[in-house]
């Protein structure tokens, strides 16, 4: 069975100078300026901390009032910590012309990163990024190294294996995920599996959806942009019940 690919990434290209400063991919020249406020600011750990989405057209200088729906939410959030321990992928609501928030609890002091991905109604799609800084303890920078051993969540265990074996900047990597036992097996928001692959210095983010499904096999194509660790969490359904489970993914420089 096949589903469309459906992949978005940011890059080195599209980051601004400044580390706080909001990273905007836009498609069109109708894409959305976008801005994100954390409640309360600074963020506390251990407490819940409601992020706030703002979409505005800058052509004509509104809200954004409608979007369009995809794998059956509005919008896709996903916050990552700098030590890649911790990961959260959830839906920001609609509260008005906009507006959207969503409440996340972070664990530690130090860097989170926030990915959004949205689609205002009568434009394109948008990715955008932003650094969120909490006060307080904060774990070293990951240190990442090949794992594609088998994981074990709720009630799925999922294999990874890679052509080509060894991942390369820029070119495409096809992963195929291997759940078990596949009764039950089902799609999630509309797609039998998502991904979220960030760098380990998380600079690039990367979302998408399977190129296709097969029994217990599911595939992603992934393009890798840069020669570091990736860390590749995916999230597959069984029985009603997400399971999610992350791997290491070395990219070496592509050969000359």
């Known amino acids: 069975m096949s589903s469309s690919p459906y992949s978005r990434s940011t890059s080195p290209r599209s980051r601004s100078s400044s580390a706080s ?37 800058p052509w004509k ?37 906009g507006e959207f928030t969503y409440p996340v609890v972070l664990p530690t002091g130090g ?13 394109t799609p948008q990715l955008l990024t932003e650094t969120l800084f909490v006060p307080g303890p904060a774990a070293p920078p990951a240190t990442l190294s090949r794992d594609y051993s088998t994981k074990s969540d709720r009630n799925m265990k999922v294999a990874l294996a890679t052509l080509p074996e060894q991942a390369t900047a820029g070119n495409r990597t096809r992963m195929t995920f291997h759940v078990d036992p596949v009764d039950g097996f089902e799609k999630y928001l509309g797609a039998w599996g998502h991904m979220l692959a960030a760098s380990d210095d998380l600079i690039d983010m990367i979302h998408l959806h399977p190129l296709r499904e097969d029994g217990a096999d599911v595939q992603f194509d992934v393009v890798f942009p840069r020669p570091r660790v990736y860390r590749v969490w995916v999230q597959f359904q069984r029985s009603g019940v997400v399971n999610t489970v992350h791997f290491d993914v070395p990219v070496e420089e592509a050969p000359k």
């Open 21 to 57: 400063a909001i990273e905007t991919r836009a498609f069109s020249a109708a894409s959305s300026l976008t801005g994100m406020i954390a409640s309360p600011s600074p963020p506390a750990a251990n407490a819940t901390t409601t992020l706030q989405f703002l979409v505005h057209d």
């Open 61 to 97: 200088d509104r809200p954004v009032r409608k979007f369009v729906v995809v794998h059956e939410k509005l919008f896709h959030a996903f916050v990552v910590s700098q030590d890649l321990s911790y990961f959260n992928h959830g839906h920001p609501v609609m509260q008005g012309d």
């Open 111 to 123: 860097m989170f990163r926030v990915l959004g991905d949205f689609y205002p109604d009568g434009a």
